[in-house]
């Protein structure tokens, strides 16, 4: 699974914010890989720079230099919704008669098809097939008959679906978070400035302090002088929707995602997978890397009930092995585990082993994996998950299989444990994921592993009650 994207906004006093957008990017490369952008405002014309590539080889010192203007924002993606090309990559920029309009989206709309032909009918020309596009020209729309505050809520109330939003409009830089908080967001504090951004660990690289979280349907607007901020809360819901794979997965563990370190949280669904279904065995070992702060935490509540479990790392990632390594046979990729994961044989061999990991989507791996252990002379090979079964497809923005590739979509538990030749296996409950999050379930998104979502999704079972816009009525609010 990959995350979509990362997104960071910067207003700075009095000196240029690219190479800071820069550094925030690099922070947030792990939320995407294929594509990175920046555009910045220098007061009288926007500057842009935007390819397809990782961080480090989009951006060299003479294109920092050329995105003049102490305001911008920034995104890295990896595609969910949209092709795999320039058309998509981010942050979307335009202009129209109100000014120059920036977008960087995190998240994916469940409704942006209604809202693309309304719109063509209108005389609205796309580039691309993204949803991103479909929010741009929905905003310039209404900047055209509105100030920047009704503008925005005017365009919230069309679009459906998840997102956390940074825009620029001319030398203003702005961060939005959907009604149910399902994708993160958050302001942080510099120096001489502010910044908005997908993840706290990208304030920390900026050596500034993390404020607070952007509330869900809240609106950040940065001072255009970098000296403070405001606040709209534009819309509010019953209960929020906020996505718990972020933690499980996708967050780096040193950041902070509504009020809650990563890592922590990682390290106490461990513990509660040791309490929901621990297993004795000789040695406790991590898949790297989002497995390691689970096993941890399962470790260290195995021993403080009395049963006397390593924790070690008997599994050694080669990072320099992506996931476009070319394997032209369907045996070279049904053995690509080992170029991945090396195992330290002494740890193993001859001993029973619990390995822990965030998830199985497919399975293929975790066959794989059990077989490379047991190579290495495992005795036995016990999976623990510290997240619940994936059953069904993330529509929020998340790359995930299908349901006809989701192994958990029509097998039993014992089932997957016969499929991946596992002597045990087990999940962590639902109700973990709740009480270690500190929310109720209804304030979480359990689509990926309950089949019900928090959005009006065609063909698929809500949790809750949703209100879906009607696209097509003209009549539209402008409260404050």
């Known amino acids: 699974m990959h995350e979509k994207c990362g997104v960071v906004g910067i207003a700075l006093q009095d000196r240029d914010a690219a190479r800071p957008l820069y550094y925030s990017l690099y922070a947030l490369q792990h939320r995407g890989q294929e594509s990175a952008g920046i555009v910045t405002h220098d007061g009288f014309q926007q500057h842009s720079h ?3 590539g990782l961080v480090g080889d989009v ?11 102490s305001n911008g924002i920034g995104h890295v993606r990896y595609p969910t919704a949209g092709s795999v090309d ?5 942050p979307f920029s335009v202009s129209f008669k109100s000014g120059s309009l920036g977008l960087s989206h995190n998240g994916n709309l469940v409704n942006a098809d209604e809202i693309r032909d309304e719109l063509a009918n209108l005389g609205h020309a796309f580039t691309s097939d993204g949803d991103t596009e479909v929010i741009a020209h929905d905003l310039a729309r209404n900047l055209l008959e509105a100030d920047l505050v009704r503008a925005v809520k005017r365009t919230m109330s069309r679009i459906h679906g998840s997102y956390a939003l940074t825009i620029s409009h001319d030398d203003t830089v702005m961060g939005v978070r959907d009604p149910e908080g399902n994708r993160p967001l958050c302001i942080g504090k510099l120096d001489d400035g ?4 997908s993840e706290s660990a990208a304030i920390d690289t900026l050596d500034g302090e993390l404020i607070r979280d952007v509330r869900p349907g809240e609106l950040v607007v940065l001072h255009d002088d970098g000296t403070g901020f405001d606040s709209y809360q534009l819309v509010e819901q019953e209960n ?33 997978l040791w309490d929901e279904s621990g297993v004795d065995s000789d040695v406790v070992l991590p898949v790297p890397d989002s497995g390691r702060a689970f096993a941890s935490g399962y470790a260290e509540a195995a021993q403080e009930s009395g049963v006397d479990i390593e924790f070690a ?34 740890t193993i061999k001859g001993k029973t082993v619990t390995i822990i990991d965030d998830s199985i989507v497919r399975g293929t791996t975790s066959t794989q994996l059990i077989e490379l252990l047991k190579d290495a002379g495992a005795e036995e090979v016990h999976v623990r998950i510290g997240a619940p079964a994936i059953i069904s497809p993330c529509y929020m923005g998340i790359d995930m299989a299908t349901r006809d590739e989701l192994i958990a979509a029509d097998r039993s538990i014992e089932e997957i444990r016969d499929e991946i030749q596992a002597d045990s296996l087990s999940y962590l409950s639902v109700e973990a994921i709740a009480q270690s999050l500190d929310k109720g ?30 696209i097509g009525d003209q009549t539209m609010e402008a409260d404050d």
């Open 86 to 90: 320039s058309c998509c990559a981010q």
């Open 313 to 346: 790392e008997g599994l050694m990632k080669n990072r320099y092995v992506g996931r476009t390594f070319i394997m032209p046979t369907q045996d070279e990729r049904e053995r690509a585990v080992r170029l991945k994961l090396n195992p330290i044989k002494s």
């Open 59 to 69: 951006f060299d010192p003479d294109d920092l230099a050329s995105l003049n203007g």
């Open 441 to 470: 379930q209804d304030e979480l998104c359990l689509g990926c592993v309950t089949g019900e979502y928090p959005y009006d999704i065609e063909g698929e079972e809500t949790d809750r009650e949703v209100d879906r816009p009607v």
């Open 194 to 197: 502010y910044v908005l951004t």
């Open 240 to 272: 929020t929707a906020h996505c718990f794979f972020e933690h499980v997965y996708f967050a780096r563990p040193d950041s902070t995602i509504d009020d809650n370190l990563v890592y922590e949280v990682r390290r106490e669904l461990g513990r509660k």
């Open 50 to 52: 935007v390819e397809m």
